[in-house]
């Protein structure tokens, strides 16, 4: 539901950003639906929402980077702070933006935020050598597209795991294709130097990394022990500017794709959560005010 908050005021090290637009994403589903399994911020109303992209109108003390009316996006990790960016205003800290991609829209550079860090903190925890193999299930997905991509640019040697519908996609990212499977893949044991398991396949996937590999989980409760040497991690996505403008440069050099399933305003924000809940998305379910 949505309700009248005061404008919110930028403290020192923070800016105020208006936002243009922010996405969806499937955990916003679980805590509409009380399944998330941590708990939420203490006392209501909050605002959710994780992405944003928009234009700086307030400047905190202590900011050198940022003035106002710069073009910016990034993103808050509102389970920790409370301030969500499905909002016309959010203040954030000013080392959590970075400036939006050079001629792209605002509601195609929303969605590359938190789950372009999310690829990007994968990839860096598994801090593999080019040349390296790694095997990415749900591939199509967007932080599955996204660590493609930069697996590409890496120089390593991915393979993706998604719907037969995908296959397009994935081979366009420079990864080889495996189809989803509801039993083992067909893919050898120990095929693999390391596995990013996006589509919360389970430790089954454990058996397709060599010894001594590596094994990064979609999040901490479901991290495997360790066996045979491999080296496992999970996803906890954290807000950093300087990482994201490295991604910025690289979605300006045309090396990472933005994908946009749909564009819903706050009043359509239920129709946003449906089109999300249904499925088969492939992009970012994005909201503008």
Not at 57 to 68: C, E, W
Not at 125 to 150: D, E, H, N, R, W
Not at 207 to 212: A, Q, S, T, W
Request: aromatic content about 6%; hydrophobic content about 45%.
């Amino acid at each position: 539901m949505a309700e009248d908050l005061p404008v919110p005021e930028p403290g020192p090290g923070e800016v105020r950003v208006r936002v243009a637009a922010s996405v969806l994403h499937p955990v916003d589903l679980m805590i509409r639906a009380g399944r998330f399994p941590a708990p939420l911020p203490a006392g209501l109303p909050y605002t959710p929402g994780w992405d944003v992209a928009g234009k700086i109108d307030a400047v905190g003390p202590s900011v050198g980077d940022f003035t106002v009316n710069d073009e910016v996006i990034g993103f808050s990790p509102w389970l920790r702070t409370t301030v969500g960016a499905h909002a016309e205003y959010v203040v954030l800290e000013a080392g959590w933006l970075t400036a939006r991609p050079a001629g792209i829209p605002a509601n195609e550079a929303a969605t590359l935020p938190t789950d372009g860090l999310a690829a990007a903190q994968a990839l860096d925890l598994l801090a593999l050598p080019a040349g390296s193999s790694v095997l990415v299930s749900g591939a199509a997905g967007q932080v599955g597209g996204f660590t493609l991509a930069l697996a590409r640019v890496a120089g390593l040697h991915a393979t993706g795991v998604a719907g037969a519908g995908d296959r397009e996609f994935v081979e366009s990212q420079g990864a080889a294709f495996v189809p989803r499977s509801d039993g083992p893949l067909a893919v050898a044991a120990g095929s693999f130097d390391a596995v990013v398991d996006l589509a919360v396949i389970g430790s089954s996937l454990m058996e397709l990394v060599r010894d001594g590999g590596g094994y990064v989980a979609a999040s901490p409760p479901l991290r495997p022990e360790p066996v045979r040497g491999i080296r496992t991690f999970a996803l906890d996505v954290l807000p950093d500017g300087s990482r994201l403008g490295e991604l910025v440069k690289l979605v300006e050099g045309g090396d990472i794709p933005l994908r946009v399933a749909g564009v819903y305003s706050f009043a359509d924000a239920a129709a946003a959560h449906d089109r999300l809940a249904r499925g088969g998305v492939r992009g970012g379910v994005v909201i503008v005010p």
